[in-house]
């Protein structure tokens, strides 16, 4: 089945900076979805980004299907960016697959 | 508003006490989903249902049954809990299989 990988791992980073998180996937997808679980457990859908690029205030990503790989991008971060951060595609038999996350920490 | 609610938001139960986890999404969605999540093995999916009478099982659905008799209502059933259901789980909704998922504030359980 597919594989999502995501990297890094694990970011801390100063209020200001900008980060950027990678996901990785096996095999060819039409449907990417990121998420962001905020310390309080709650997960909220930030882009659903099958191809190309889509920004949302601080927040884009960008999915390059042939390449099987999206990127979310965070400017500016703030405080309540910290959480954890995850991609999920669909695969052929109409099931998400989910990355593990990357944790994000942003630091005053 | 929009919105996925589940209920309860915390419960603490005893092995083998029946108990339900309840589910609502008012955005008239065809597909919902229930998942839990534990440290280091991220989400996974329990129980699934693309649409009312129709439900399927996802990668860990021992010891959970579902029901979808009611589009909008999607509750999540242990007959007989045991402490390895310990987790926090969460439902979820979209307007159909591959749309974009929208969650409930999750139901963190504990059985002890």
């Known amino acids: 089945g597919i594989q999502v990988e995501q990297s890094p791992p694990d970011l801390i980073l100063q209020e200001g900076a900008n980060s950027t998180l990678r996901c990785n996937f096996s095999?060819?997808?039409?449907?990417l979805q990121w998420f962001h679980q905020n310390p309080w457990g709650q997960l909220i859908n930030l882009f659903y980004?099958?191809?190309?690029?889509k920004q949302n205030g601080r927040l884009s990503a960008t999915t390059v299907a042939t390449e099987r790989y999206s990127l979310l991008y965070i400017s500016s971060s703030q405080t309540t960016d910290s959480g954890v951060y995850f991609c999920?595609?669909?695969?052929?038999?109409?099931?998400?697959?989910w990355g593990a996350g990357t944790k994000l920490i942003i630091k005053p | 508003e929009a919105q996925v609610t589940q209920n309860p938001r915390y419960l603490i139960t005893v092995t083998g006490k029946k108990l339900t986890v309840t589910c609502s999404q008012n955005?008239?969605?065809?597909?919902m989903s229930w998942y839990r999540q534990d440290p280091g093995l991220g989400l996974r999916q329990i129980y699934y249902?693309?649409?009312?009478?129709?439900?399927d099982k996802g990668d860990v659905p021992e010891g959970y049954k579902v029901s979808r008799k009611e589009k909008r209502n999607f509750p999540l059933i242990l007959e007989s809990p045991s402490p390895n259901q310990t987790s926090l789980y969460f439902c979820?909704?979209?307007?159909?299989?591959?749309?974009?998922?929208?969650f409930g504030n999750g139901t963190r359980l504990t059985v002890t």
């Open positions: 979820a909704s979209s307007l159909a299989v591959g749309s974009p998922l929208h």
């Open positions: 955005m008239n969605h065809e597909y």
């Open positions: 249902s693309m649409n009312v009478e129709v439900t």
């Open positions: 095999d060819s997808v039409n449907n």
């Open positions: 980004i099958p191809s190309g690029t």
């Open positions: 999920a595609v669909l695969d052929s038999n109409y099931q998400l697959i």
